[in-house]
């Protein structure tokens, strides 16, 4: 119950800036935050993701210290980063996130496959390099409803957009394989 609660929270974290700024001081909403990442970080944070919790929980104490919006706001960009950074490592060193949960539901991947996954995590790097800048334009322009729009609705959306793309392409790389 309180991870779902701590995920809730995570996924609701635009509209919960967009409300909470000018109702509450950006150290309580960042410190109610950074409670959040904790709870997820201590219900068992899975491989690979205690990391991500732990600098995201470090990130909102930093924002709660400073006790200014901008470092609410500035966490989309953080992630984007953060995002970017892990995929971009496993393509130095590989597998690629995309192919390990490739290998997930096929263990025996194909040269063609792997190479596939490659691919796949590149758009992602560029995707994450792409929205963060958005998403920091968006800090930087200093509009909260521009940027409660962008992070809290566009944003989703356009990770739905490239999630679905990629799973309709996919399946043609699969159908291509077999049929090789």
């Known amino acids: 119950m309180r991870n779902g609660l701590a995920v809730l929270i995570t996924l609701l974290y ?3 800036v967009y409300w909470g700024i000018g109702q509450v001081r950006p150290r309580y909403l960042a410190l109610g935050l950074m409670l ?8 068992g944070a899975g491989e690979g993701r205690g990391g991500f919790l732990i600098a995201g929980g470090a990130f909102f104490a930093a924002a709660g210290w400073v006790d200014h919006s901008l470092g609410l706001l500035a966490y989309p960009v953080f992630v984007n980063a953060a995002f970017l950074a892990l995929f971009a490592h496993s393509l130095l060193n590989p597998p690629t996130i ?4 490739a290998r997930l539901e096929e263990p025996d991947l194909p040269p063609q496959g792997v190479a596939y996954t490659r691919k796949v995590t590149l758009v992602w790097c560029g995707f994450f390099l792409g929205n963060g800048l958005i998403s920091a334009l968006t800090v930087w322009y ?3 409803a521009l940027w409660g729009l962008y992070n809290g609705l566009i944003s989703y959306i356009l990770i739905g957009l490239l999630m679905g793309a990629e799973m309709r392409v996919r399946k043609r790389v699969r159908k291509s394989l077999r049929h090789a």
């Open 36 to 43: 959040a990442f904790l709870l997820r970080w201590k219900r």
């Open 14 to 16: 635009p509209v919960l």
């Open 142 to 144: 200093g509009d909260i």
């Open 98 to 101: 995309a192919e390990r949960l």
